[in-house]
């Protein structure tokens, strides 16, 4: 059989990301992140849009160069059809379509939380075995979505919880940008709180039936303690910010494990993974691995590479469902809603 080269592209947010495969190996990952949100705290969908149409010509060409190929030796493009912003997705979607179109060659949708979860499938060479055995459960945590997911196969994926308002990154980001630290908070809130007393501050915990999530109520608590607390000490967030960070890393990892357990629990699997951008967070990684030894888990950390939005995780979805024939026609449009 000839070699199978998928090039995938990602731009659902705020990152431009194109990655090569070869035989589902990866070659090449080129993100360009956008620095223009910094300044307004969170991302302004419109300056996203319009960084995606800058970075995505040359992200794509320097991922073909790094592979070391010709953009017509490629098999088959992925691309992000959603769910993301609108105004984002549009321009990976639009380039995507018109590069098979010129091409000649098939176009492959994918679910950028499908890929966040396919993240631990992405291969270095041919002999990295990492990937989980199936079934497993993985827990999704970016920052749109908190999800608790139950893995049968690529494109057999059971979400068997969710958030039913905030996710927990846009709790993090939130409380992070009430403390006036810069965006986005997580990295930030992860750095104060190594530094910080987790059980200095306790903040509302969500009682949700059930394997659903809720962070909008914490959210909530954290802001109006804040504002209670601000009012006897004006420099109380300067004074305490690393306890601050510390205590609310810990209540968020403490609402995401208790519901991680109960799925373990109902399905009797252990092998646990955790996958989006809040799983580069120290305070999450080490729950999962105090959870691995307490619980008997087998716990799948991805590298931090792969945790927040790139394009491998799109071509090693994309790749399989090349080799299923699972193709998308070009009319097929965009979408910014959560389906799984
Ligand atoms: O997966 P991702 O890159 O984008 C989405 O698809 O949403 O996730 C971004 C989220 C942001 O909320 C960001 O603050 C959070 O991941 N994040 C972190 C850390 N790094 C990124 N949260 C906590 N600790 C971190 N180290």
Known sequence: ????????????????????????????????????HKAYGGVVPELASRAHQQNVVPVVDQALKRAGIEKEQLSAIAFTRGPGLMGSL??????????????????????????????????????DHSAPPLPFICLLVSGGNSQIVKVNAYNDMQVLGQTIDDAAGEAIDKCSKVMGLGYPGGPIIDRLARQGNPHAYKFAEPHIPGLNYSFSGLKTSFLYSLREWIKDDPDFIEHHKEDLAASLEYTIVDILMKKLRLAVKQTNIKHVAVAGGVSANNGLRNAFHEHAEKYGWTIYIPKFSYTTDNAAMIGITGYYKYLDNDYCSIDKPAFSKVTF
């Open 1 to 36: 059989m000839n070699d199978v080269y998928i090039l995938g592209i990602e731009s659902s947010c705020d990152d431009t990301s194109a990655a090569v495969l070869r035989n589902g190996v990866l070659l090449s990952n080129v993100t360009a992140s956008q620095e223009v």
């Open 90 to 127: 549009l321009v990976g979607v639009s380039f995507a379509k018109g590069m098979a179109r010129s091409l000649g060659i098939p176009l492959i949708d994918v679910n950028h939380l499908q890929g966040h979860v396919m993240a631990h499938f992405i291969k270095e060479s041919d002999d």
